[in-house]
T-cell receptor, first 113, second 111 residues
Framework: KQEVTQIPAALSVPEGENLVLNCSFTDSAIYNLQWFRQDPGKGLTSLLLIQSSQREQTSGRLNASLDKSSGRSTLYIAASQPGDSATYLCAVPFSGGYNKLIFGAGTRLAVHP | GAGVSQSPSNKVTEKGKDVELRCDPISGHTALYWYRQSLGQGLEFLIYFQGNSAPDKSGLPSDRFSAERTGGSVSTLTIQRTQQEDSAVYLC?????????FGPGTRLTVT
């Protein structure tokens, strides 16, 4: 049974720092992994989707890596800004599938000026 | 282009009443998902529609929950005889391939 864990649960950093958010999953037979951002009281915004054949994906200051064999993904945020403050969630498909997602509990990020 | 929309944004109902939540997916997206986000359980899958195939209802927590998707587009999630534990944010997502796009959610409060 697939389980997703995110560490740390919360993170507070000063503006400008580079930071890493971690996601681990128990079943390495995944088709893809998706990172989302959620602002308070809002829905989820898709940040990056990494296919199982890929090792990493980049979008602007965000870089996500995937190591299927070890069941881990990291989201790297460069030069953090106060506008990056949000909850970051990673999700993988249920075991044996590629559609319905299982989510981690999220990392709540606060970037202070 | 237009994203996923959901209505209402907030719904307060009395215990025992029925509620309907609506989702309008991104035009052309063949897959539609419902998820629920609650304080105690995090974000959990409820039901999945793909084209004209029978929906995957494996995440529905009880037979009080049902959903339909009309014309391969709009979906309605119905909760009958609501209970206080149904209070949560109900999120809808749609996809064309693997990447899922979420709506803003409906916050349901059962009093």
């Amino acid at each position: 049974k697939q389980e997703v864990t995110q560490i740390p649960a919360a993170l507070s950093v000063p503006e400008g720092e580079n930071l890493v958010l971690n996601c681990s999953f128990t079943d390495s037979a995944i088709y893809n992994l998706q990172w989302f951002r959620q602002d308070p009281g809002k829905g989820l915004t898709s940040l990056l989707l990494i296919q199982s054949s890929q090792r990493e994906q980049t979008s602007g200051r965000l870089n996500a890596s995937l190591d299927k064999s070890s069941g881990r993904s990291t989201l790297y945020i460069a030069a953090s800004q106060p506008g990056d403050s949000a909850t970051y969630l990673c999700a993988v498909p249920f075991s044996g599938g590629y559609n319905k997602l299982i989510f981690g509990a999220g990392t709540r990020l606060a970037v202070h000026p | 282009g237009a994203g996923v929309s959901q209505s209402p944004s907030n719904k307060v109902t009395e215990k025992g009443k029925d509620v309907e939540l609506r989702c309008d997916p991104i035009s052309g997206h063949t897959a539609l998902y419902w998820y629920r986000q609650s304080l105690g359980q995090g974000l959990e899958f409820l039901i999945y529609f793909q084209g004209n195939s029978a929906p995957d209802k494996s995440g529905l927590p009880s037979d009080r929950f049902s959903a339909e998707r009309t014309g391969g587009s709009v979906s309605t999630l119905t909760i009958q005889r609501t209970q206080q534990e149904d209070s949560a944010v109900y999120l809808c997502a749609s996809s064309l391939d693997r990447e899922q796009y979420f709506g803003p959610g409906t916050r349901l409060t059962v009093t």
